[in-house]
Each structure stands twice: as C-alpha cells, then as structure tokens.
C-alpha cells in the first residue's frame, strides 16, 4: 500500500510506474499491468461480475486475445489507484471468498478476494490511499507501506522557478511563501504549489498594493476571486480588475457548489455523479459551472463514458465547505439577532471537528475560523450580505482553543488546533515559547499543554535533524509530554523511559516511525504500555522508515514480540536490541531464534531477567548457531538456565564460533561443569569469545525473589519506589498495588518496584 494526503502525486506515482514498465526502463518481470481506479469500479459497484468479465468490460483489448484467460499464467500486477473514493464495501471479516475467475460475484467481493489471495494468488496487489481511509484494508493483509511525502524544500523552490519564467518575480514569491511557515508547509503538496504561484503570481502582476496572502485561508481566498473573475471575464467580459462583480453574479452557483462541498465532506465522499449534482440543483451544463469545471470543479468519462465529478483538490472542498457553514450561520444570525452569535457558532463547530477520530475536518476548521475574520470577510462581500464584527469573538475563541484539554485527543490535533490560532493571526504562543527557550534553564517555569504543543509545533517546522530528546528534561505535566511527542521523529536519540507513555501515546510514536524521521535510538522501558501499545509500536517499528539501531523496550509487559519481529525492514537496521525483565518466556525464543536465522544486524542482544530455562535457551541456540547470526554480546542474566543450557550454548559456540564475544550468564546456575565447558572457547584461537559474566557466589535472580542471605545484605528504605513495602529488618520486600505514603527522598526510585541495597556488590568477570 502507498498512502499520501490528498494532492501529494499518488496516481502521477502510479501513472509513472506503468509508463517505466511499458518503456523497458523497469519491472520487467512483470507481464501485464492493470490498472483498476476505484472511482471507475464505484459505477459498477452494483452489479455482478465474474473477474474475468470484469478485466475484459473494463480492458476491451483483452476480448481479441485468442485465450483471453492467458494472463492468468503470467506475473501480473493488479493496481487499486484511490481507496478513499471507494464506495465499494470492504468488510474482511470471515466471509465466502472467490476463488475462480469465473465465479460470479459483486464487485466488493472480487476486489476482498484478490486483496484476501484466494482470488488470483500469484497477483501481486498495489493500493493507493489518504492516510484517513487506509484502515480499511486490514494491516496484516499488507507486505508493505509506503508514504508519498511530497516536495522536499530544494523541490518547492524547483517547482516555483520552472513554473513563473520571470526569474525575478519567481524569487519573490519564494522569499513570501519562506516567510510564512504554515504556507511553506503546505507547499509540499504539489497542487498547493500550483494554487500559491497563480494567485501570487496574478497579484505580483496587478501591483495594486493588495496585501499578500499569508495564511491559507487568505491564499484559497483569493484563489476563489480569480477563478470567478476570469469565468465572468470569459462569459459576461466583465472587467478583469473587479472581484466583487464576479462573486455576486456568480453567488448562487457557488454557494451551491459549497453545499454539496460540504454535505459530502462530512459523509467522506470526493466524488460526485450526475444524481448528486442534481439533488443539489446544480445542472453542469450551465456556462457558469463549465467555466468553474477547469479549475474548480472537474469533470471525466470513465467506465461507458459516464461522467464523474470531484473538486480539483480536497482543499478547495474543504475551503468551500467552510464557506457554506459561515454563509449558513451568518444567515441565521441576521434573522434572529442576538440569540445567536458567531462566537458559539465557532465553538459548536470546534467541537463537532474534535468529535471526528481521524481528523479528516481539521482543515475545513482552519479555513472556518480563517474566514470568520473581517478581513477576510471583506473579500468574500460579493457573497455575504454584510460584514460581521468578530474581532472580539475571535479573542475569545482564540483563548477557547488555548484552553482546550481533553485526553481523548491526539496530540497531532492539537496541533492542528494551533495551527487554527494562526489562520486568526494569533501568534502568541509561539512568542511565549521563543521567550521561553531563551530564558536561563533553572529559570524556566513549568509549561502548560499548549505551551508543549506550541514547542513540538516548532520542533516540527524546523529543517534541522537534532541529537537528543529526553522527556523527563521539560518542567511540565504528564498531558504537556504526551503533547510534546509529535516532535520525536526529528531527534536521533528519544529517551522516552519512565514517562507515563501509555499505549495511546504509543499511536504517537508509531506515527513518527512510519513517516520519515531520524531516529535511530529509542528508550521505552519503564511504561506500561499494555498489549495493545507494544502492538501499535509494533507497526512502526516494521515501517520502511523506521531506522532504529537501538530498541530498549517495555517493562513488565507480556510482549508480543512475533508481531514486533515481522516485517522486511525491523532487523535491516537494529543493532541493539534490549528486552531485558519483559516477561518473556521461552515461546519467545523460538521466535527470536528465526531473526538470527535470518540477515540481521543485531550485534547486541539482551534478554536478561526473563523466565527462559533450558528449553528457552535450547531454541535459542538454534539461531545462534546459524551462519547469519552476528551477534557480538548476548545477556542471559537471571533467566533461570543451568548447565544444560551450557551444553546448548557450547554447541551453538562449535558451529558459529566467528562472533560472539562476551556471554553474560549472572545469576544462573551453570555449575561447574557449565562454566569449565564454556570457559574452555575463551582458549581457542579459532573462537571470538572474549568475556563471560557470571555472579561468584551462584544464585537465581528473578523480579522480587531477592536472594539475600547469600550476600547478607540489607534494603535501603529511602531508595524504595512507592509499591514496594519493606519488613522491620529491611531484609524482604513486599509488592502492592497502591502507592505508600513514603516521605520525599532524593534517592527515592520514581519507579514504584525498585530498591536498592546498602551494601554494593561487583560481579565477577572471567575472560
């Protein structure tokens, strides 16, 4: 699957593939390619099909061929260009699934099935996707994920240069769009591009002292005059100069076209048939619309040339939706007066946005509060029957969002609520964190949530890669670090470890790991992040993005580790892999087994404090013993072997001898025997092993067994953490569910079961 947002160049993409595979230049392998848009099957949703019909309804070509059935001998690729147009039903729980090209089905079926591999096997399947509708297609049907991430900087300013010949106007129009972040984010999407050099581009020309557009909804604003403008200029000759002529004789036109925006933005649909222009009195064959259809609104024959519909890009539906809700309530206002205000007009809209779960309003939002400016106001006249106050309601709004908390919502949404601040020119957050970064760091006050929004907002639009994130540094609430996540991906080391991340806020690092981002360390021990978050990570760590050298892991979690160890991409990278005290057992070794079976670049290997016996180690050895196995450390401390497992890691060290260099077995019991087996590659020439680790004095170590009396030591009540409660002799200690009332110490464990002893020990190393 490839996944982009709206606009980003998914089919370009697709289109660019086909064209490399037809001119030789790649995938030759490949026999056939077919191309099944999910807009064309939309038309014949309906209707019953076998597969092999269907190809041949949709590629007549395939009527002409001798044995039209030919191409199921051959290696063929199946591409399904735009799921989020799909209106095609695709439930993938257990159901009859078509196996025979012949069979006759629906169309949701046949497209399940060939998803599913019951229908055609040896296909190879391609999907493309907005992020928001990629779920549909369960993720453990998927090989593998890409993201289309659109321009990089160099490629915005390629864009701008080859598209305005005039050189000097081009570098000006550069210099704007740098100057205003959250245009020169936008500017990765190609069609933004487009739309920022016309409307830049047109008033550079006009010099009739217009300010320059600096937030979106200024830019589609004006997008929106010069497109009515030059329809009127095309149909009525009216003057080239006048904006507002043109919006008001073309105001029923687009507030109907608002409508429909609006009323399918809300269902997800971005396509539109004939029916549905009809249900809102549109008829295309009017001259207006066809001079909208270039730019604004489109049109295309596809299955039997039947017409299709969408606006020209996701945004301006978004845009146009907006307008429809802020005529709408404007109208209303005007009728009943004070009874009903913009203010709680924009709230009720604010919460209806945050009710959505993926997101997909969030930019209808921004263009809404955008234009409920009366700046904005002022040009959008030809369609408003007058300007509405708003400056103090804005205030309030803006002061609304700033306050705004609840834990249900992503940090990436708020976020985009920042974002919101800024299409009403409030910019104050940002001025409060720059004060904040450049204050002494013992000076520095406590950050509230949207202060840390604020922060990963700006970590987030810098170009630069930094070192290290470590959460705990920041003087803030649990909320305020959940808020700050986003902005992990731009780090190459995240020490997230004892933070309170919980498996919401892994969906936060998941993301990161699964778009393009830096890091090639992470720490997350010490958080419980139940079954459910080492599952999401799991995902992120499987992305072709992910580029983690060094994995510490969760703590005292059952791990699922067979689904972290999935995936092309998990051990390409990873050197260091940490899964020490995860409550592992010995069903997990036989997985980690097959990843030294295959090529991975694991070095260092710690599976220390976890319940593996012998039989765990036995598993173990399988992979060790394998050619591909590199690892160069490998801890086994306190994992409850004996001199068996010696037998099986001796072994192991015979047939693989070239790597391993330092074998931890601490608080084991090896034996004597174990240990002189073992002891005696540390002689061998023809053996890398360097060091082997174990405790003197021969005792298991296991999560709260503390072996005491072997050494005589006693508990240090000040270290103890909150659930750990000690006997009178300090010498056991006793877990609880409920934090203890322990005064404050500096030596205090913030993680409730931990403690340390008075006394120190060393362990003893023989090399």
Not at 443 to 451: D, E, R, V, Y
Not at 736 to 742: E, R, T
Request: hydrophobic letters at 40%; charged letters at 20%.
């Amino acid at each position: 699957m490839t996944k982009g947002v709206a606009g980003i160049g998914k089919t370009i993409l697709v289109q660019k593939f086909i064209l490399d595979w037809a001119d030789g230049i790649a995938i030759q392998n490949v026999d056939f390619i077919f191309p099944l848009s999910f807009r064309e099957l939309n038309l014949v949703m309906s209707d019953q099909f076998s597969f092999d019909r269907l190809l041949t309804e949709l590629y007549p070509e395939l009527k002409e061929l001798e044995d039209s059935e030919n191409y199921q001998d051959c290696q063929v690729v199946f591409i399904f260009d735009g799921l989020d147009e799909s209106r095609i039903p695709l439930n993938f729980q257990p159901k009859m699934w078509v196996s025979d090209v012949k069979q006759t089905s629906s169309v949701s079926a046949l497209v399940r099935s060939l998803i599913q591999g019951t229908l055609f096997p040896s296909a190879l399947i391609w999907v493309t996707s907005r992020p928001a509708a990629a779920s549909q297609i369960p993720l453990q049907k998927i090989n593998l994920m890409t993201e289309v991430q659109g321009f990089s900087n160099p490629q915005k300013e390629e864009y701008f240069r080859k598209r305005i010949s005039d050189e000097s106007r081009a570098k000006t129009i550069i210099s704007h769009i740098k100057a205003s972040k959250s245009l020169h984010i936008m500017c990765h999407i190609p069609v933004f591009c487009w739309i920022a050099a016309m409307v830049l581009q047109q008033m550079l020309e006009q010099d009739n002292n217009q300010e320059i557009p600096k937030t979106l909804t200024e830019m589609f604003i004006h997008f929106l005059l010069i497109q009515t403008a030059r329809t009127d200029q095309k149909y009525h000759a009216q003057n080239k100069t006048d904006v507002i002529k043109p919006l008001a004789s073309q105001k029923k036109h687009i507030l109907k076209l608002s409508e429909l925006a609006f009323k399918n933005l809300e269902n997800g649909n971005v396509m539109f048939y004939e029916e549905d222009l009809r249900e809102y009195g549109i008829d295309i064959s009017d001259t207006v619309y066809s001079g909208m259809c270039t730019e604004i609104f489109k049109e295309e024959s596809l299955f039997h040339q039947k017409k299709v519909y969408c606006f020209v890009h996701l945004s301006i539906q978004e845009f146009l939706a907006a307008l429809h809700i802020f005529v709408s309530y404007t109208r209303q206002m005007e009728t009943m007066g004070t009874f009903f205000c913009l203010e709680e007009a924009l709230k009720w809209a604010v919460t209806k946005v945050l009710e959505s779960s993926n997101g997909h309003l969030d930019l209808f939002l921004r263009f809404l509060l955008g234009i409920s400016l009366e700046r904005n106001q002022s040009l959008l006249q030809g369609l408003l029957n007058r300007t509405h106050s708003s400056s103090a309601s804005i205030q309030r709004m803006c002061q609304y969002i700033k306050e705004l908390n609840n834990e249900d919502l992503s940090p990436e949404r708020y976020i985009s609520l920042l974002q919101c601040l800024f299409e009403m020119h409030d910019h104050s957050m940002h001025k409060e964190i720059q004060q904040y970064l450049k204050a002494p760091r013992g000076s520095k006050q406590k950050l509230s949530p949207a202060h840390c929004s604020a922060l990963a907002h700006m970590l987030l639009m810098s170009d630069e890669v930094l070192d290290e994130f470590d959460l705990k540094q920041y003087n803030t609430s649990d909320e305020g670090r959940r808020r700050l996540l986003p902005a992990v991906g731009i780090f190459r080391k995240a020490l997230l470890n004892a933070c309170k991340i919980n498996k919401i806020s892994c969906n936060t690092v998941k993301r990161s790991l699964q778009s393009a981002n830096s890091m090639i360390e992470l720490d997350l021990s010490h958080n419980d992040l139940g079954q459910c978050g080492v599952h999401t990570l799991a995902a992120g760590l499987t992305s072709p993005y992910c580029k983690l050298q060094i994995l510490r892991s969760v703590d005292y979690v059952e791990l699922p580790i067979s689904h972290m160890f999935t995936g092309p991409y998990m051990f390409s990278l990873l050197l260091f892999l940490r899964l020490d005290d995860c409550n592992l057992s010995e069903e997990t070794c036989m997985t980690v087994a097959s990843v030294l079976h295959s090529a991975s670049s694991l070095i260092e290997l710690d599976l220390s404090n976890n319940d593996l016996g012998d039989s765990g180690v036995q598993l173990l050895s399988t992979g060790l013993c394998n050619p591909n196995c590199k690892l160069q450390t490998l801890r086994l401390s306190a994992c409850l072997i004996s001199v068996k497992s010696c037998d099986f890691l001796a072994s192991s060290l015979t047939s693989n001898p070239h790597h391993l260099k330092e074998l931890d077995l601490s608080y084991n019991h090896p034996g004597q025997s174990g240990t002189k087996r073992l002891s005696e590659f540390l002689k061998d020439p023809h053996c890398k092993l360097e060091t082997i680790k174990y405790v003197h004095r021969q005792l298991y170590l296991t999560n709260f067994s503390f072996c005491l009396d072997a050494f005589e030591l006693t508990l240090d009540p000040n270290t103890a953490g909150s659930l750990l409660s000690l006997d009178e002799g300090n010498r056991a200690a006793k877990y609880f569910s409920d934090k203890l009332p322990y005064p404050d110490h500096p030596d205090r464990f913030d993680w409730g079961d931990q403690v340390l002893c008075r006394e120190s020990q060393q362990l003893l190393c023989q090399t």
